[in-house]
């Protein structure tokens, strides 16, 4: 097992809970209610939910790294690219 890519897990599940619980209430919901039209709606929530699957398999992936080494590097090396794309939209947008 590697205690850091467990962290890694760890952290990843928690940036999912927020995302979840959190931002579904303050983001996902207002946006739904504030009278967009009907394919706009579907963008919005397929995005959200789409976030959440990502999210969601980068956890998994991080976890199965944490305790199966053969592959470990390939697994992580996803999940940073990803986790990299997302930081890069925020700081761009």
């Known amino acids: 097992?590697?205690?850091w890519v467990l962290s890694a897990a760890v952290l990843s599940c928690f940036t999912l809970a927020v995302h979840v619980f959190g931002g579904g209430r303050d983001v996902h919901e207002p946006l739904l209610a504030a009278g967009l039209p009907a394919d706009l709606r579907f963008y919005v929530s397929f995005t959200w939910h789409a976030v959440t699957a990502v999210l969601l398999a980068d956890t998994i992936a991080l976890l199965v790294a944490a305790f199966v080494p053969e592959v470990r590097?390939?697994?992580i090396v996803v999940v940073i690219g990803q986790y990299l794309a997302y930081a890069a939209l925020f700081v761009v947008y």
Do not use: D, Q
Request: glycine fraction near 0%; aromatic fraction near 0%.
């Open 1 to 3: 097992m590697n205690r």
């Open 73 to 75: 590097r390939t697994l």
